[in-house]
């Protein structure tokens, strides 16, 4: 496949039947401390004994097994291959697969999805006592060992966080394979609301596979983000404090879903509290990394371990095992100590605005370029690659911008590889639907510029969004912006290109929107001199 542009779909699905030799309970009522009963499938070895749970809930519908069909009428979407039983719920551990290692696979619907009862609120608290009520169920039934682990993608990640912080007392393990867990930074980017991703998970997965028979459907969040554009009490409801997840951990991330799990994950296995917890990457289809023979060996190794007490687990295995992409599939294998690695070097190298170049030393005469902030090209800053380079983390811009005639501004940043020819690279994004992605991306609304000093460090600005500070209309003023984690590999003669515009850049997931952005007139940025404009890189240290 080229690394270039490509518009071709790439999906590659095949499915098995049930196996004859697994036992399957459909529906099965579980009643939860406030009465209310959930429904859950139940997939076990048939025979008589005692097994290990793996289990994951959804509001997507544990009986809709065949979901992944959908993305065939989007053109031009990657979802790689996928191999899975035909009773596989979306995002979910594959029955056939986990069964006949000698495990139960418990798959439940969240509370009024499905088949539950009650109301439904995805990512409520409620929905976390629920599950912590689910994991103790399956712990004493007669099928159980009384060892639980929880494993699932996205939704069926994101809502383990929240559980696993409860530690609920049989809970052994969880697999955490990309989930977000900061809400309001999911809503908001850097400030900015992102308005299409979550309207189209409310209408397309939520909505639709809402229990008529339940409870009232009200899709709350979306009516409060727009209502509270501060992080407020309200978005510190949702909160997780993951340091008190103490339960060994095999977390996932992925450098190909910036636009929706990257920054969490990472963010994530630093903060849980796990004294045993191990960090993978890739730069791929998210399912296809997630149901692939390699990505299924780590998991079994590691549940083999928690929840049988069998083999050794991932003791052999580095604390953080990382993918660092050349192109779109080609990639090196690296393992550090820590996350980020212990050995990146922070790297500054400043904008030369005359020039259009990206340079480590600081222009002594000071400059301005300007842009359109309605137009979807902005400034481009270029710096040729003269020795290898290695960029593993997140990185940072530091722009002094000023708005030509309003008090706010919109900014999107993006890095690109540029190959020795002047073209392109590409890179998986949006969890590897998107094959023609930058290398990494950050946003910001210049108001939202307050930083939390306690928390930032010199990669990582994290902003506090309390406040909205507004210019005045040619004030300039520094912003620091984040640049999500991303691991690439430049070569001599190679080009880093840093965009700045007013738009979201092109080419992106069209899952992805910001229709109000505040953008009007002229943006421009200020280099060189007394200011200290910047890119700042986590360089990799080269033996």
Request: net charge negative; hydrophobic share 40%.
């Amino acid at each position: 496949m080229t690394n270039h542009l490509v518009t071709e779909q790439d999906i590659r699905i095949s499915y098995s039947p049930l196996r004859d030799d697994i036992v399957f309970e459909q529906g099965v009522r579980v009643k939860m401390r406030d009465g209310v009963h959930l429904s859950v499938n139940v997939f076990r070895p048939r025979g008589e004994g005692r097994f290990p749970v793996i289990m994951a809930v959804s509001p997507y519908g544990k009986d809709q097994f065949l979901q992944n069909e959908v993305f065939r009428q989007v053109p031009g979407v990657h979802l790689g291959q996928i191999s899975i039983s035909d009773h596989t719920a979306f995002e979910a551990p594959d029955p056939n697969y986990w069964v006949s290692l000698g495990y139960v696979v418990v798959q439940g619907d969240v509370r009024g999805q499905g088949q539950s009862e009650g109301d439904t609120g995805p990512f409520h608290l409620q929905d976390r006592l629920d599950y912590y009520d689910l994991i103790e169920w399956a712990a004493v039934q007669p099928w159980s060992s009384g060892r639980v682990g929880l494993n699932g993608v996205s939704y069926l990640c994101i809502s383990q966080w929240g559980v696993a912080a409860m530690q609920p007392p049989h809970l052994s393990a969880v697999v955490l394979w990309e989930g977000w867990n900061d809400f309001y930074r999911r809503f908001y980017k850097g400030g900015i609301p992102e308005t299409t991703f979550m309207w189209w998970l409310w209408d397309a997965w939520i909505k639709a596979n809402h229990n008529p028979a339940s409870g009232y459907i009200e899709p709350d969040y979306l009516v409060n983000a727009a209502a509270h554009p501060l992080l407020d009490e309200y978005w510190k409801s949702f909160e997780t404090n993951l340091a008190d997840i103490k339960a060994p951990a095999l977390v996932c991330a992925s450098f190909s879903d910036q636009g929706l799990h990257t920054r969490d994950t990472f963010e994530g296995f630093k903060k849980i509290g796990s004294s045993e917890k191990w960090l993978v990457n890739h730069r791929r289809p998210k399912w296809d990394a997630y149901y692939a023979p390699e990505g299924l060996e780590l998991q079994r190794r590691f549940l083999d371990y928690y929840l049988k007490g069998e083999g050794t687990g991932l003791a052999d295995l580095a604390p953080v095992t990382l993918e660092v992409n050349k192109t779109r599939t080609d990639f090196e294998v690296i393992t550090r100590k820590a996350w980020p690695p212990e050995d990146t070097v922070a790297t500054t190298l400043y904008l030369d605005l005359e020039a259009a170049e990206l340079v480590a030393e600081r222009p002594k005469a000071a400059a301005k370029r300007s842009y359109d902030s309605q137009a979807g090209v902005g400034l481009q800053l270029d710096y040729k690659i003269d020795k290898r380079l290695m960029i593993v983390g997140g990185a940072k811009v530091r722009l002094w911008v000023s708005p030509e005639a309003t008090d706010d501004l919109d900014l999107f940043v993006a890095l690109q590889k540029i190959d020795a020819d002047g073209d392109q690279v590409f890179f998986y994004g949006f969890g590897g639907t998107n094959p023609n992605d930058v290398v990494a991306r950050g946003w910001l609304r210049a108001s939202h510029r307050e930083l939390d000093q306690n928390a930032s460090t010199e990669l990582q600005p994290v902003h506090k969004h309390e406040r909205q500070l507004k210019l005045t209309p040619s004030e300039t003023v520094p912003v620091d912006i984040e640049i999500l984690p991303s691991g690439t590999i430049f070569e001599p003669g190679e080009t880093l290109r840093l965009i700045i515009q007013g738009r979201p850049i092109e080419p992106d997931a069209g899952l992805l929107g910001y229709r109000n952005l505040i953008n009007s007139g002229q943006h421009h940025v200020h280099g060189g001199g007394t200011f200290d404009s910047c890119l700042v890189l986590p360089v990799l240290k080269l033996s």
